[in-house]
């Protein structure tokens, strides 16, 4: 099948419209003879005269009449898929956006989200889904519109990345805890006491154990989960120390007490991530907005 050169739909509606060769021709910036070579394809291509000498002007066929009713809702909407949307209409926008991030972020910041999506567009649906690995295939396939989490070695290059906030590590323990009253904990006594690790794959190590190592201490785990909220609730219903970001701490309940790590340990950003097919549609820049917006860094943690 010949391609067909959709150039030609403008230039037959414009010549429709005027019936004259210079004046459409002046109206699409183009020279006489350049229209009189397009007035020539689009007969070739459509098999008729179109436009026919009438004494000193052109007249339309039937042809070109019949034409004349079609051509110009055509191109109306060719033009408008390819313009670009700039004027996104929230409270007709209905869609469902899927969020991949640990369950931390959807119990400190899901509740917050879900409100603002609903004041602004409230046939909008959000879907959070856990985020079990760093991998970027969910984005890369568009099962996910947006992640958020640290950045990784296995993310793609291709992946736009925005700082969302930064975060520091603290400890967590339930009131009554003999650390509760410590008025300086020492590293000894944060090491010797029984802890919580988190780890996805079920092993120990982090930051929190990166650190403590040179200082020639070791955490004593006693168990191991894989999440943070998870953490939360064993540290609520035993004496075990949880290290969780500061952020996840943001809605704890009076029978959890929170505490500075007594040694150094490097902070951290937590960002959001999105591929580039999303980089320009008008609903997921509007979406990132809200995000970053609702959890980002100008929304500092409530001290726990």
Known sequence: ????????????????????????AQRLKLSPSAMSRA???????????????????????????????RIGPLVQEIEAVL???????????????TLRSSEGFVENFGAALIQRVAEEAPNVRLCFVQKPDKSSTALRDGAVDLETGVVGATMGPEIHVQALFRDRWIGVVHHGHPLQHETSITTEQFAQSRHIAVSRRGVVGGPVDDALAPLGWQRKVVTITSGFVAALA???????????????????????HSFELPFPVPAFSISL??????QAD???????????????????????
């Open 282 to 304: 008008p609903a997921h820049m509007w979406l990132r907005r809200v995000v970053l917006e609702t959890c980002g860094a100008d929304h500092p943690p409530t001290p726990g």
């Open 1 to 24: 099948m010949t391609p067909l050169d959709f150039n030609l739909l403008l230039t037959l509606d414009v010549l429709l419209s005027e019936q004259h060769v210079a004046r459409a």
């Open 83 to 97: 313009r670009p949307l700039n004027a996104l209409k929230l409270s007709e926008l209905a869609r469902m956006f």
């Open 234 to 256: 064993l540290a609520r219903g035993t004496d075990l120390i949880a290290c969780v970001p500061e952020r996840h701490t943001q809605n704890l309940r009076g029978d959890l």
């Open 39 to 69: 007035l020539a394809r689009l007969r070739e291509t459509t098999g008729d005269p179109l436009l026919v000498r009438a004494g000193r002007g052109l007249v339309p066929t039937p042809r070109a009449l019949e034409l004349r009713e």
């Open 273 to 278: 991530f999105w591929h580039p097919r999303q």
